[in-house]
């Protein structure tokens, strides 16, 4: 039986909000649709966008020894990027999906479908996040510049590539790791190729937990015709996500073994350890069908991206 509530409790809250989530609360009344536009209240996808910049970062230091001041302001540069160009992003991705989501029991309650943004008021909001976060990438050095102009590519695909393909996870996997080569190359100035495994590993992650995230919306996608790995995989979407969940691992583990040696690679080989087990954990979980089991999981994958930032810090002073 789904464990999700089944209205809003809050005037123009979201149906698959955070229960009690700060903008809800506190935020000006005014600002709370844009906010909810942005995902604000729901921070998950900020955390999924924001680690892998984290990994690559971490990866970027191990490679050369080399820890500088710049170094504290790409951390926490990747942090407020990530958060306006999730917001960003969810904007983008509401616009382009505004009818599909109107469709769709867990979305109609969004601003856009639900009439508390215009589309032109969107597209002025989405406009403000991307100039913000572009203020903060100029900040980084010329390559890291064009990394992250090219990173939009993806980004503008995803919200259509529901349409075209069953693989649209891969397209949100493109975008929401494109932090580990962005990371890696403001403080590198360049790529490795440790850096483009790490970034394939971070797809096949974004490939498990948007898998079950998609599983949430199987009936409604179905009536519309919008495609996912989740209706792709069906009943047999269990040993699909622990293919995901090991290969990540598994590219992980590879891109470490070509960045630290000694007791730098044991230490954050823990953190590697403890991703995997992660995930094998949500998958002793995972059931079909039980959306607010579904939605928990997704959620908690804020803790299984987490877990490899903390040992890769470690790894650092070990290296």
Partial sequence: MSEQRTKP???GEVFDAVKGNWVDRFAPQASRPYLR???????????????????????????????????VWIFVGCGLGAFLMRGAGCTWNDITDRKFDGAVERTKSRPIPSGQVSVKSAVIWMGAQVALAACILFSFNAAAIICGIIALIPVA??????????????????????????AFIAH?????????????SGICWTLFYDTIYAHQDIEDDALIGIKSTARLFGAKTWPWLLGFALTSGGLMLGALALQAQGPAF??????????????????????????????????????????????????????
Avoid at 38 to 58: K, M, V, Y
Avoid at 188 to 200: E, M, N
């Fill in 9 to 11: 409790e809050v005037a």
């Fill in 37 to 71: 536009l942005s995902r604000a209240d729901r921070p998950i996808g900020t955390w999924l966008l924001l680690f892998p910049c984290w990994w690559g970062l971490f990866f970027a230091i191990l490679a050369d020894g080399q820890f500088a001041l710049s170094d």
């Fill in 157 to 182: 695909i995803y919200p259509f590539a529901k349409r075209f393909t069953w693989w649209p996870q891969v397209f949100l996997g493109l975008a929401f790791n494109w932090g580990v080569l962005l």
């Fill in 188 to 200: 590198q100035g360049g790529l490795q190729v440790s850096a483009v495994i790490l970034y394939l």
């Fill in 266 to 319: 044991w230490v954050a080989g823990l953190g590697v350890a403890a991703f995997v087990l992660h995930m094998m954990w949500q998958l002793r979980q995972f059931r079909l069908g039980e959306t607010g089991l579904l939605l928990r999981l997704f959620r908690a994958n804020s803790h299984t991206g987490f877990l490899p930032v903390v040992f890769f810090g470690l790894a650092i002073f070990l290296y």
